[in-house]
């Protein structure tokens, strides 16, 4: 656990990557997700390589680039060549200040990452409260992982609730219980991903063991708290029929759940990983047939579990 947070660490403000408005597969209703950065696992198929490193990072999209040069120059690294094709950054001295961000009118270069106070998240997120009450919506708390840092959770969701406002939390589980208790009384469902079902497996897909994500899944539900199940299909990493079906039965001894989703592979965050200079090293990977998702979805229906497919 080391580099997490600990639960008496009290942040003023938190590196929020961006808010999702008016989404759909996040919960009941229509919803606002609020996307931290700051992840403790590496999972091969991330989607969001951006929402891994707390800190802000610089990424690259040379296809927008106009060649205007202003960034060079406002390097005070000169860690930016531009030329007719790409912008290049060199990552070994470039420190993210963003200055060349700031001067770059194209946004071929974004600094990711901006830190937000709790009054300003609940200003964004009260800005679609209507939507919320008519569709029985609200606000979803993800990443990254939003339980790194348990004060400022816990403040959040408090002051979220106080203006009426639904809270829902995506997280990966891979958190201290400490993290995750203070703010069961302000939470109406929790979005649990569980990638594999056996430990060292986990580990070598996910960087870390399960046994702490699965441990908090037990007393999350002793505590009757709502838990949607999310397993990430993954061709040739999690998707045989034994790992299914344990993942199934590990969800049918938890009495809180509401729902089994699965989320297919898609390669949506290509792209995320060239801006920031990253190998994208599931490109190999196919997604996963209509058909075959189907019949993972009878396989999970046959356990008794409410089972949707994640478009």
């Known amino acids: ?48 390589p951006e929402s891994q ?39 070994s001295i470039c420190n993210n200040c963003g200055k060349c961000a700031e001067v770059c009118n194209s946004e071929s270069l974004r600094l990711l990452g901006r830190p937000m106070t709790v009054e300003e998240l609940v200003v964004e997120a009260k800005k679609d409260v209507l939507f919320y009450r008519r569709s029985g919506g609200g606000v979803v708390l993800s990443g990254g992982e939003p339980l790194l840092s348990p004060d400022f959770t816990l403040r959040l969701v408090q002051a979220l609730r106080e203006e009426g406002i639904s809270v829902g939390v995506d997280t990966s589980g891979h958190v201290p219980w400490a993290n995750i208790d203070p703010i069961l009384p302000h939470v109406d469902f929790f979005l649990w991903d569980i990638k594999h079902m056996d430990p060292e497996r986990h580990r070598q897909l996910t960087g870390v063991h399960n046994e702490l994500i699965l441990a908090n899944a037990r007393l999350l539900s002793q505590k009757h708290a709502p838990i949607y199940v999310r397993f990430p299909v993954i061709p040739g990493c999690n998707d045989s029929e034994d790992n299914i079906r344990a993942t199934c039965a590990f969800a049918v001894g938890l009495s809180s759940v509401v729902e089994f989703d699965l989320i297919p592979l898609h390669h949506l965050g290509k792209t ?20 075959v998702l189907q019949d993972m979805k009878r396989l999970v229906e046959s356990y008794g579990l409410n089972c949707t497919i994640q478009a």
């Open 272 to 291: 995320r990983y060239e801006s920031l200079d990253r190998p994208y090293g599931i490109a190999n990977l196919r997604l996963v047939p209509d058909a």
């Open 1 to 48: 656990m080391t580099g997490i947070p600990g639960p008496r660490d009290s942040p003023a403000k938190r590196m929020v990557l961006s808010v999702a408005r008016m989404t759909i597969h996040n919960g009941p209703g229509l919803r606002n997700v609020i996307y931290f950065k700051g992840c403790p696992l590496r999972c091969r198929w991330c989607s969001t």
């Open 53 to 91: 490193n707390i800190a802000k990072e610089l990424a690259v999209y040379s296809a927008k680039c106009i060649h205007c040069d202003q960034c060079v120059a406002a390097c005070p690294l000169h860690a930016i060549t531009v030329t007719s094709q790409s912008v290049k950054v060199d990552r």
